[in-house]
């Protein structure tokens, strides 16, 4: 046989890929962040990593993205969501709980008055976390979670939860994706109120969430093996706990680090530390009409310390309101 | 322009593909395996979950399949691998401590006096693993692991602990890595001895590894954030702490395990609970010839109750001199 029918095709594959990487190369990745500095930072250091034969490039296997959720990928506001699920849950249980009823702190929970509660401080907490998250099952958890999701919706933006997610993040995560990245999420929220949804919302499987976790036992019902959710803290995933956390699940410092508020800061700190390129950014809430605008004083993803680092370490600091053109999916 | 050209490189590029799929097809992915009962199980597993449109399909995400190290993946005879690095590193570093000469459970192990050792119990056991494993940052740890592989030999083979490797499970974790599985080690030995050599000696990378460890603590050197290990037990991984920390880890139950001891037995049930298609199997060390020979009394992965449970249920169970034709890559 001649060699030409070999190598016409060859060209033609040759011309189509091209034309290919050429149409990719020329469609926006970023369409709902401005072409202001983060997203030129974003793609700068993304093109610097990922080009062969250069100093900077990092082997695919290295390349560990880690981003914290609350605030970060998902809003935060008025109430951490895990927050508004075990308020929702005390609820619905309250009925098979009469004692609740003059008990602090359930009694202030269904009475909505937020500053009993809080006058129960952290033992307070403890007992309604044991009281909707343990006593079941890994799975019957995950169901009640699911469920919970269904149907609770954002007092705000009238949407479910798991919508109200930041769009710029979404395309975010997937670019770091399309050029070799593994996405996790490393968040101080509950790793099974996590795990249920977040391969749906963000593309992020259950093995690539690390989150703040309480202890299990291995029991036998009829037979059978199961987990048993105990009330027992076994790891709280936040602040100096995350760096701990990455080491623990993925043995890697990761190459870029994304969160949004003091709790995220030894996470971007400890990411920094390593050689080579590293990209750390921050998400800075400044936007009240399109989501919220929040920092130094709040309750809920204090943005202070970090914000003055990363002001001092030229880390990149995303200003909502000036470089994100939409915020959710369901923005018009 | 005719669509003539087109065409061609269509049929060029499918004919080429065929014939690469039907060679693939025809090689046998698991030369190292007699064609007895345990390949036969394995290659009709395989076949099952991931032919698509049938009820035992099962989707790539969810193809999970967990190894124990010990025993499973590398020989634990005639001690873990990890027992060795200890007993190594004491002697290393016998000069530093002058009062290890007269102290147990040190002098013990510096005089080879193995009862002694004994005596001093889990208290002991303790303070050799808080001499060896901690003090130092998690990348320090691993240097010292590192250095200490590429001199020690096993006492029998002569070679290096990460060649002691079973060629026969090599074959089998890459044959389930061509088929869309995600292989993890869950292993009871420490989670920091054994990333950094899993991805050379198994394709296993750092973050597919679960194991044992320490506590960590997140620390400033010079300005610089690092993570310093802790004499204190953070997870025993073995037994009822394997489905455990698959859980923890993994977030998903296997559809496939691997073990060789009564250690494994709780993660091969809770992997065989789930429902649909489930390979569980056992390592039966019955070659004392080409490796060891060990069940019900051992003192390094004694396999008991695991061994009835896997002939009561139908568990695959490996003959090592029947089923493996080679043990070692370094075997003739």
């Known amino acids: 046989m001649s060699r030409k029918p070999f190598r016409r095709p060859v060209a033609w594959c040759c011309i189509l890929a091209f034309s290919l990487i050429n149409a990719r190369a020329q469609t926006d990745p970023l369409p709902s962040w401005n072409d202001t500095g983060p997203k030129k930072a974003i793609i700068a250091f993304v093109g610097k990593v990922t080009k062969n034969g250069t100093p900077d490039f990092v082997p695919i296997d290295e390349r560990i993205a880690t981003f914290d959720n609350d605030g970060t990928l998902w809003v935060e506001q008025p ?4 927050l508004a699920f075990v308020l929702d849950r005390v609820r619905q249980l309250a009925p098979a709980h009469p004692g609740w009823a003059t008990t602090q702190p359930f009694e202030g929970v269904l009475d909505g008055n937020v500053k009993a509660v809080a006058a129960t401080g952290e033992k307070g907490l403890m007992q309604l976390v044991a ?11 995950q169901k009640t979670v699911t469920d919970w999701l269904a149907t609770a919706r954002h007092p705000r933006f009238k949407h479910p939860y798991d919508e109200c997610i930041y769009q710029p993040m979404l395309e975010l995560l997937s ?16 790793i099974e109120f996590m795990r ?3 391969k749906e919302a963000y593309g992020v499987p259950p093995e690539q969430v690390v989150g703040s976790s309480i202890k299990t036992k291995f029991i036998l019902v009829d037979g059978k ?12 995933d936040d602040k100096e706990g995350k760096p701990i956390a990455i080491n623990q699940f993925i043995g890697r410092r990761p190459i870029a680090a994304f969160g949004n508020s003091d ?7 400890w990411t920094a530390s390593g050689s ?4 750390l950014l ?13 920092d130094r004083e709040s309750s809920f993803g204090k943005l202070d310390k970090a914000l003055d680092e990363a002001n001092a370490r030229g880390w990149v600091v995303v200003d909502m309101k000036k470089d994100w053109n939409r915020i959710f999916r369901f923005d018009k």
């Open 276 to 279: 080579g390129p590293r990209l």
């Open 263 to 269: 709790g995220d800061q030894p996470m971007l700190e």
């Open 282 to 294: 921050l998400v800075h809430h400044t936007d009240a009409e399109r989501e919220y605008s929040y």
């Open 79 to 82: 109430m951490y969501v895990q």
């Open 131 to 141: 009281a909707t998250h343990s006593g079941m099952t890994v799975e019957q958890f």
């Open 225 to 236: 093996p199961d987990l048993l959710r105990l009330s027992e803290i076994n790891f709280i």
């Open 196 to 198: 249920p949804w977040t």
């Open 175 to 190: 670019y770091l994706r399309t050029n070799g990245f593994k996405t996790y999420i490393v968040s101080g929220g509950g």
